[in-house]
């Protein structure tokens, strides 16, 4: 199974911590796609629920020093 999920993230200053936070959730297992946007401060990600949840998703963002929090 896929879901998409959108959380909203804070902390970004640059471009490289879109790049940073892309790289971080496309390397999870589970996540198929990883798309975080710095203008909005929004993201998505196509996950599988069976191999990762929201929480190990956000806890990989918040490891990496950005705090996320799903709104679907
Ligand atoms: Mo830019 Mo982000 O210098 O963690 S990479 S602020």
């Known amino acids: 199974a896929t879901l998409v999920g959108q959380f909203t993230i804070t902390g970004m200053t640059c471009a490289a911590c879109v790049n940073s936070v892309e790289g971080i959730l496309r390397d999870l297992s589970g996540v ?39 709104v679907q």
Not at 46 to 59: A, L, M, Q, R, T
Request: no cysteine; net charge negative.
């Open 32 to 70: 198929k796609k990883a798309v975080v946007a710095l203008a909005t401060s929004l993201g998505e990600v196509e996950y599988d629920p069976n191999v990762i949840s929201k929480d190990e998703i956000v806890g990989a963002i918040e490891d990496a020093g950005f705090e996320a929090s799903f």
